[in-house]
């Protein structure tokens, strides 16, 4: 097979950073190729460079043996590069004909013609099995169907070379297998595809070849064939990944949590429906389901920021009247939430004024409402070393942290309450190998301590990997538990889909 | 009430309205394209001045017009170059041109036009009136005897309606408002445009300003603008963002300004000062009622750097 693409010996610096470090790379015409690494590993920044975003210091870019230097995007895309970036570039107000055309000339005259830009990208949305309607504002699509929008648009505008930046991070399973079905007719009809990710079992199912980065280097290139996802998880994170490990058991312990039929209803929709779990000292609760069916209500009920309206939830026995996030926290409740920018951090101040959010009233951080300074910040470096936060020090903004460091504050803020019980939401959501690793670890060790834990994700792997029983929740309601040891991934995968064995026979 | 005093009502408010109009026509090219513009009120006011001086020291209304539309589209890249280029606060910098424009056009006025009674007096656009149609019953005069730039603010709309909905550029304005960076992926040129925006709103601050100075009061006086510069920003938003809608909101706060004219010749027994306050209530309780609504440009007042300035 010839190479469409040689990347010789490329160097990108950022001030004295150097993000990418003599990288030499080639794409064959016609595969699949995944590029895998960390967080930090330099995909994005290769990837804006091919596209375009950004020009390299050093080295070069051969496509079809020609060099090419873009310096800005539109150049890439003239030479048949497209990008489909992980945060869609669509713009919501505007239809998806006037999305995919935008930037472009449609024939020789200034005018834009609506119903030909419709019929034209029917004709391709055919073509590739794609499904898109042109007429429709994107700011009501899927995000499954946003993404075909993103293909669409690179097609429309001749691309050969199709790079998508992680994009499988914002799918559900289904939406997933259709876009792994459209990747497979692209390729047969001949387009060439980078697929950028850090999830390798994706990886494994739908590429050719793989190339890892590290650290802005180039660690490998091999046939899919020839390798496994061991090696290529220590080819990522530079070292042996172990699957954690857990000790104790908590057969015959206390129930610390219990939720009896707890019902949610929002503007008259049922977000969840009778819900009712028990977790014991030392227990990990892992809650199954795709994202949206009620997961971010349980979370939010437990914690106290939402009403429920009918139900109860007793710790160790006695009943939590009247729930708020205050009381929650002083009674022994840790809550990672879902979204660590927008809920769980205040980006702009700093690691030690984050890490004592929860405890600032506490004596030994304040006497009058007098903050004690000093306290604080060593406070903040005991925990910076004991959870190797990765930070200049207590005064580095939480908001300049990469997303592993960030989760590892909340970890650090919430397990210095010594909680009784800990709901994690999606605790690893967007982090690598690496990082996830260690939120594991320490997940594991609060377990290890008796900690109560509510596990929940829309991963199923990391559910599978923590958890000692294993609760699928779908449509707000609990359609089955199983045990850890009896857990099945498939069956698991049908709950998920909201078929139990009793309605799948009434269907 | 008869005839003459309608057809009177009416003909002040489309005279009226056109100010509000043009600006909001210029304020619409600008938010389209992602930036907010509280400045107007300055740049009309500066517009306005230039007017009168390009009037006064060539002789005609139309130098005095395209002169002011030469120093508005100066403001306007100014502005553009501050907000743009070097990504500075829209509503700091939006203030300070209102600032600017009442200093500037205050002193400028005094020094070189003279004050009150002996204020210099230039020829005003001509009013000019199409037969036959100018004597249709109430609306005629309204319609069809007006001057020359009350015609071209009105055929503006249709205008500009066709350049943002029907062609390219106009789709790329309304792209660059929305999400500059997917823009830019896309190899549209954000700053320019923007800039070509802001030249384009400045410009019709500039004609803005004349048909108040040279179409309405064929002087200048101090701060003749009153607030016309925030009202047309309430039009826009009042008319979601859209053309047309710009125009029904003019005409609506040119209707109220009219309105309150009126009523002090009804001999009215209110003070003239509530009168004089009815036109800025109805925009603030319109605003108030509607503007929660709507939805503005997504970028709206966001600087837009490209990824490669970015970082370096």
């Known amino acids: 097979m010839e190479p469409i693409l040689e990347i010789r010996d490329l160097v990108k610096r950022f001030g004295g950073f150097t993000a990418i470090d003599r990288l030499s790379l080639t794409i064959r015409k016609g595969e699949i190729h995944a590029i895998l690494g960390e967080n930090g590993a330099g995909k994005s920044t290769l990837m804006n460079m091919l596209s375009g975003m950004l020009s390299p210091d050093e080295g070069e870019i051969r496509l079809r043996g020609e060099p090419v230097k873009f310096t800005a995007p539109g150049q890439a895309v003239s030479k048949g590069i497209g990008m489909v970036h992980q945060h869609f570039m669509l713009i919501p107000a505007l239809t998806v004909a006037e999305n995919v055309l935008l930037g472009m000339k449609q024939d020789r005259s200034p005018l834009f013609r609506f119903k030909k830009a419709c019929a034209d990208i029917r004709k391709i949305s055919d073509a590739f099995g794609l499904d898109v309607q042109p007429e429709r504002i994107v700011g009501e699509l899927s995000v499954g169907q946003k993404q075909r929008v993103e293909i669409v648009k690179t097609l429309y505008r001749g691309a050969e070379f199709i790079i998508l930046d992680e994009p499988t991070a914002v799918l559900t399973p289904a939406e997933v297998e259709d876009l792994f079905r459209v990747l497979r007719t692209l390729k047969a009809q001949g387009k060439t595809i980078i697929f950028i990710s850090h999830k390798l079992q994706e990886v494994q199912k739908i590429c050719d070849r793989v190339t890892v980065l590290r650290l802005g280097k180039l660690i490998g290139t091999m046939e899919m064939g020839e390798t496994n996802p061991a090696e290529l998880a220590r080819m990522m994170v530079g070292r042996e990944v172990a699957a954690p490990v857990r000790k104790s058991t908590s057969q015959g312990k206390a129930t610390r949590l219990e939720v009896r039929e707890v019902s949610v209803t929002e503007n008259g929709a049922v977000r969840l429906q009778d819900v009712s779990l028990q977790i014991r000292e030392g227990e990990i609760l892992g809650i199954a389901g795709v994202d949206g069916n009620g997961q971010r209500e349980l979370s939010e009920v437990l914690f106290g920021l939402r009403a429920k309206q009918s139900g109860t939830v007793l710790l160790e026995g006695k009943e939590l009247a009247k729930p708020h996030p205050r009381k929650m926290t002083d009674l022994g409740i840790a809550y990672i939430p879902e979204d660590r920018h927008k809920e769980g951090l205040m980006l702009p101040m700093s690691i030690a004024e984050n890490l004592i959010s929860k405890q600032y009233r506490e004596s030994k951080f304040s006497l009058a409402g007098i903050m004690h300074w000093r306290r604080i910040r060593s406070n903040a470096e005991e925990l910076i070393r004991q959870f190797s936060i990765r930070a200049t020090g207590p005064n580095h903004p939480v908001g300049q942290l990469s997303g592993g460091n960030q989760q590892k504050v909340i970890l650090a803020r919430e397990l210095m309450l010594n909680p009784k019980v800990m709901v994690a939401m999606q605790p690893t959501r967007g982090m690598d190998v690496g990082a996830a690793e260690y939120v594991h670890e320490r997940i594991l060790q609060a377990r290890e301590q008796g900690c109560a834990i509510l596990l929940i994700s829309t991963e199923l792997e990391e559910i599978m990997a923590l958890s000692d029983r294993i609760s699928v929740l779908y449509k707000g309601r609990i359609v089955g538990t199983v045990d850890r040891e009896a857990a099945d991934l498939d069956q698991i995968g049908l709950l998920m889909a909201g078929i139990t064995s009793s309605s799948s026979v009434a269907i | ?312």
């Open chain 2, 1 to 312: 009430m008869n005839e003459e005093i309608i057809a009177s009502y009416l003909a002040a408010a489309i005279r009226l309205s056109v100010p509000l109009l043009l600006a909001g026509i210029g304020i619409l090219f600008m938010s389209r394209s992602g930036i907010l513009n509280i400045g107007m009120e300055g740049m009309v006011l500066i517009g306005a001045l230039s007017g009168v001086l390009g009037a006064h020291y060539s002789g005609g209304a139309g130098a005095g017009l395209l002169f002011s539309m030469a120093v508005g589209g100066c403001i306007g890249l100014l502005f553009g170059f501050l907000v743009i280029t070097t990504g500075a606060d829209q509503v700091v910098i939006g203030t300070a041109l209102n600032l600017l424009g009442l200093g500037i056009t205050t002193v400028f006025g005094r020094s070189l036009l003279g004050m009150g009674q002996e204020a210099v007096k230039v020829d005003a656009i001509p009013i000019v009136g199409i037969p036959v149609l100018r004597d249709i019953p109430f609306v005629g005069e309204a319609l069809f005897h007006q001057n020359l730039l009350a015609y071209a603010a009105y055929l503006l709309v249709p205008v500009v309606s066709f350049l943002f909905y029907k062609t390219q550029w106009g789709l790329q304005v309304r792209a660059v408002g929305e999400h500059p960076l997917a823009a830019d992926t896309l190899g549209v040129r954000v700053h320019r445009i923007r800039y070509l925006c802001c030249m384009i709103g400045g410009m019709l601050a500039g004609v803005a300003g004349c048909s108040i100075s040279l179409g309405i009061l064929n002087q200048f006086t101090e701060n003749m603008s009153a607030g016309r510069g925030f009202i047309a920003l309430s039009a826009v938003i009042f008319g979601k963002w859209t053309p047309s809608g710009t125009m029904a909101a003019a005409l609506l706060f040119g209707g109220a300004d009219a309105l309150q004219l009126r009523f002090r010749s009804f001999g009215i027994q209110i003070p003239y000062q509530f009168m004089l306050m009815f036109p800025y209530l109805l925009t603030m309780v319109t605003l108030a009622w509607f503007s929660g609504r709507n939805r503005q440009p997504a970028a709206t007042a966001a600087p837009y750097k490209s990824l490669a300035n970015r970082n370096t």
